[in-house]
């Protein structure tokens, strides 16, 4: 039997005309494409794409994923849309194939105002708190305050403290010992004429503010249309209003009913201008005092 000879790997055959008869060198290298690289484009909505395959030609109107990739939806001029792969080359714009990719997904720029409509502080950090305090009623309104004036009052380094009900007030500023320097401000409920709070209200001392809204309670503060209803119910004297109004909206117990209320809340626009005033005007009180 004749067997070839082996050949030496520096050794390369050539046909009569001086060519490679075994094609290139395959430790030389990989061979680099003199084909130009097709042009990356971002898909941005409403922009015009060919599907170099079928032709078919529309604006781009979304992206869909599934199992074996993503996928470009294009919408052409008779309202019909397709989906196309988005693979390399695979679309044409005036003619010239290109690449889809999808666009990056832009961060949601800072907010400029705070939930009260105040102008957003940059980097600002909470303040140490100050002398000066708000009193309110209850945890309802404070949760509130804290949902629509939470960021002013770290800004101003203002403390706010419930009284578990204004019958409490008077020992709440014994304790407190309001002066110059150390202002109390108080926002009251259902603030009246002839009212139980205005009496309570009467005689508070030097160096306290008492400002408040004709609602019965902070919740009917909140504007009927921020939790879906037309009008908050009257109830009759003598029985629980909280508890009258979950039973006449169908809302279950306070307890449910104060959760539609606080998650109905986003910033002032929910509330009644009386309750944004004097919130307000209590935050210009004790602030001024140092």
């Known amino acids: 039997m004749c067997r070839a000879k082996s050949r030496s790997p520096n050794v390369v055959a050539v046909n009569s005309n001086g060519s490679d008869r075994y094609g290139r060198d395959v430790l030389s290298g990989p061979r680099r494409s003199s084909r130009p690289a097709t ?5 941005e909505r409403d922009l015009v794409v060919e599907d170099a395959a079928s032709g078919f030609c529309g604006a781009v109107v979304g992206f869909e994923r599934s199992y074996d990739g993503e996928f470009v939806r294009l919408e052409d001029r008779r309202g019909l849309t397709r989906i196309f792969a988005l693979r390399p080359a695979a679309f044409l714009i005036d003619g010239a194939p290109v690449t889809l990719t999808k666009p990056v997904p832009r961060a949601p720029a800072a907010p400029t105002r705070t939930a009260s409509g105040s102008r957003t502080v940059a980097g600002q950090r909470a303040r140490v708190a100050r002398a000066s305090r708000l009193f309110v009623e209850g945890v309802h309104d404070a949760s509130l305050m804290e949902r629509i004036w939470g960021d002013d009052l770290r800004v101003e380094g203002v403390v706010v403290a419930s009284l578990d009900g204004l019958d409490n007030l008077d020992e709440a500023l014994a304790e407190f010992e309001p002066g110059p320097t150390r202002r109390a401000g108080i926002l009251v409920d259902h603030l009246v004429a002839g009212s139980k709070e205005s009496r309570l209200t009467e005689r508070v001392g030097e160096h306290v503010l008492v400002c408040g809204h004709p609602y019965i309670d902070v919740w009917e503060a909140v504007k009927p249309a921020a939790v879906g209803i037309k009008a908050w119910p009257r109830i ?26 606080n998650n109905a809340v986003s910033s002032f626009r929910d509330v009644e201008v009386p309750l944004i005033r004097a919130v307000e005007e209590l935050l210009d009180f004790v602030t001024a005092a140092e």
């Open 39 to 43: 042009p990356e484009v971002v898909a």
């Open 236 to 261: 009759p004297r003598g029985t629980d209003w909280k508890t009258g109004v979950c039973v006449e909206l169908g809302w279950g117990t306070p307890r449910d009913g104060w959760r539609r209320v």
